[in-house]
């Protein structure tokens, strides 16, 4: 029924009224009812964007003035002042007097302030998009605590192995495809042979490693041992844990000398230089390759970190998902509910794609046979998975992820020698922590 | 005759020695210099031009384009005036608060002259990073307890209030050292004269601290105006940020033109070297101030 009223070009207010008044019980219609609801009960909104830069503001821009024009609710929106720092200091802002809605991050960074009453709960909304939101996300936007959804998915990123396809068939191998670990090998040593970096790695952030660290762990243990071991509820020492370090220390004799010394642009640019084989990495960078020329643009290629255990393929991958939360301290909440709803909604990502973004959208309904041959292959990426996580430091407490998972990896590639010493103190830095408050 | 060779030897070397303190001065000068020349290069080429040959790189274009990029997307002159609004009655509440609280311990002789200066200054060794999370919530409390959460928080007046808190500690221990150094015939004569505490202040002491504010004030708006934390952490509309803030404009979440940046960077910096090169004078002497007397 949903699918009718798109099909028949009637605007989903009027449908939805109608729905309202002929008292069909549509999913999609509840979206337009809540709104509906609250355009009498609520007054402006404000919201925030979690970037600062030109693209980011006039996404946001674009964003409140279709809602403003759609639903009549005045809303505004300003910038973050500075990406990180509004990331570090979000417990202040919520705290705060928070604007009534945000960009922000799903998984823990979402849960963690949920489980402190910090958040609205959005379960509600979410199941006032029905059938335009996936089951994937929806799972995704899930908080372990309660079951309840606290942030509506708007845009994702998958993470993949990306090369260039001249580079394989120069090795002779499928431009297109590679599947397992063998054939990931061929590839390393083809590079290497040529007198290239096999495997470009960059960690300097501390961060860029745990996408190798998680797909090998997921590949070789399962989705469900890298989030039990993320949280504890399995053991670093484990000799589980451990086979994944000896498989990530096959990857470093490929690897490029100066692995702490770049961050992820570094290994962007080695691969745009042509200087390397493969990076494991998330896709947010591919305009870059086709501002140097559309022909390095075409050549650039994402397929799924290679099969290692046939026991798991290829079934997870990291594909954080980014959407819009609402403050519980805000003067609006209902209003900052309603905003993000619809933030979700396909009216709202289409005003954002019509304002410049080129992220991947969470919406089902949105068309996606406009997509280039990069973008379609990102969503046959993320097809292929079952289990869809949040990068490692939205998939744990944050007082773990970066200053223990992060600087412990680091450990790792400086000294591949040590790693039960840095295992050891991994287990006990978790088992040291204190219980979340 | 023996006597001028052994000039000439002693102007000799004399010259040697000034030829390396030069050589030395100049070696840091112009490791000082590197980062500002650099900054100053990079903001003269486009971020295409790095991507493609990497940072160390003969260039093919220079121009003026990422200033132009720049100004339009910082919205310089509101941001601008936010810093202002900040800066200007923070640096005069705090050499007004810091020359009284000097006054009283150096003219006056208490008990616990020595420990009130220490702690004012002791104030100055807390990491700011240490004293935010407990001052954030008392913000929050003063302000539930108006009944307006933002008369501090996300308001000019608290910005305005903590940089006073933390500067106050330092123009303290800088005007009593000074203070330290006017006669105390000046102000026993003042004292038989009959002027109050008040007016002693103001009419006698105050007028002799010329130096030291002039010194201060320069300092104290290059220290306000270039910081970034305290704007950041308590100042939530970003329509009441000060001007570093607005460099998180040119920053992308993921991807950061870093050629835009330095140009955004370097117009930033522009009104404390303005403020600088008139004060210059000023400036240097305050570096200095009251180091003869402890």
């Known amino acids: 029924m949903s699918n009718e009223v798109k099909e028949n070009g009637v605007s989903r207010r009027t449908v939805l009224k109608g729905a309202a008044i002929g008292g069909a019980g549509l999913l999609g219609g509840g979206t337009l009812l809540s709104s509906c609801g609250s355009d009498e009960a609520t007054g402006p909104v404000k919201f925030t964007a979690r970037t600062n830069d030109e693209t980011g503001l006039k996404i946001a821009q674009a964003l409140v003035d279709a809602y403003t024009a759609e639903t009549g609710i005045e809303a505004t929106m300003q910038g973050s002042g500075d990406t990180n720092a509004f990331q570090d200091g979000i417990s202040q802002y919520l705290q705060g007097t928070p604007d009534d809605a945000f960009q922000w991050m799903a998984g823990f960074r979402t849960n963690f302030r949920a489980d402190q009453g910090l958040l609205v709960d959005l379960s509600e909304n979410i199941k006032n998009l029905g059938d335009q939101m996936p089951a994937g996300f929806v799972s995704g936007a899930t908080n372990p605590t309660d079951g309840k959804q606290y942030i509506i998915p708007t845009t994702w990123y998958p993470w993949g192995l990306h090369y260039r396809k001249s580079t394989m068939q120069e090795i002779g191998l499928d431009p297109e495809g590679l599947y397992n670990w063998d054939d990931f090998m061929k590839l390393l040593e083809g590079t290497k042979k040529k007198g290239l970096i096999g495997y470009a790695l960059g960690d300097k952030g501390g961060w860029e490693a745990m996408g190798t660290f998680s797909i090998l762990n997921t590949r070789l243990n399962g989705y469900n041992y890298h989030i039990d071991l993320l949280n504890g509820r399995a053991k670093w020492t484990d000799p589980k844990t451990l086979d994944v370090f000896k498989q990530f220390e096959m990857l470093i004799p490929y690897m490029n000398k100066n692995v702490l010394d770049i961050s992820w642009d570094g290994m962007r640019d080695l691969l745009l230089q042509k200087k390397c084989g493969a990076i494991m990495m998330g896709s947010w960078w591919a305009n870059d390759f086709k501002a140097q020329s559309q022909a390095d643009y075409d050549d650039l290629w994402i397929v799924p970190f290679p099969e290692i255990n046939p026991e798991f393929g290829r079934d997870s991958i990291d594909a954080p998902v980014d959407g819009v939360v609402a403050a519980a301290n805000g003067t609006n909440p209902e209003g900052g509910a309603a905003f993000a709803e619809w933030c979700g909604s396909e009216n709202g990502m289409l005003a954002a794609q019509a304002a410049g973004d080129t992220s991947l959208y969470a919406n089902s309904r949105l068309d996606s046979s406009g997509y280039d041959a990069f973008n379609k292959q990102k969503l046959a990426v993320i097809g292929e998975a079952k289990n869809v996580m949040n990068f490692l430091d939205r998939d744990c407490r944050n007082d773990f992820a970066g200053p223990i998972v992060g600087v412990q990896i680091q450990n790792f590639l400086k000294n591949p020698k040590d790693i039960n010493k840095i295992l050891e103190e991994t287990q006990a830095a978790w088992d040291a922590l204190p219980p979340l408050a | ?294």
Do not use: C
Not at chain 2, 34 to 62: A, M
């Open chain 2, 1 to 294: 005759m023996s006597h001028i060779v052994q000039n000439q030897k002693y102007r000799n070397r004399q010259k040697i020695k000034d030829a390396f303190i030069t050589a030395f001065i100049a070696i840091f000068a112009v490791v000082w210099m590197i980062p500002i020349l650099w900054t100053f290069w990079t903001s003269l080429r486009p971020y295409s031009d790095i991507i493609q040959k990497g940072v160390f790189s003969r260039p093919d274009t220079l121009n003026l384009q990422n200033y132009a990029d720049a100004y339009r997307l910082m919205n310089i002159w509101e941001y601008l005036s936010n810093s202002f609004i900040v800066a200007i009655p923070a640096v005069f509440l705090t050499l007004f608060f810091g020359s009284l609280i000097a006054f009283v311990v150096t003219r006056y002789s208490f008990k616990f002259n020595l420990y009130l200066l220490l702690l004012f200054t002791a104030g100055n060794l807390l990491p700011v990073q240490l004293v935010y999370a407990p001052l954030f919530k008392m913000y929050i409390w003063i302000g539930d307890l108006v009944g307006n959460r933002n008369i501090l928080y996300d308001s000019y007046l608290g910005v305005i209030l903590i940089h006073v808190a933390l500067q106050v500690g330092f123009a303290t221990f800088v005007m009593s050292s000074y203070m330290k150094t006017i006669p105390k015939e000046i102000s026993e004569s003042a004292m038989v004269d009959g002027a109050s505490v008040f007016r002693h202040y103001w009419n006698v002491i105050l007028p002799l601290l010329r130096p030291p504010l002039a010194a201060l004030s320069v300092l104290m708006t290059t220290w306000i105006y270039n910081e970034f934390f305290w704007a950041i952490v308590l100042i939530k509309s970003d329509s009441k940020r000060p001007i570093t803030s607005a460099l998180g404009r040119l920053q992308g979440e993921f991807v950061t033109d870093f050629n835009l940046l330095a140009a955004g960077a370097i117009m930033a910096a522009l009104p404390t070297l303005i403020i600088f090169f008139i004060l210059k004078r000023q400036f240097v002497s305050g570096l200095t101030l009251g180091s003869t007397k402890g």
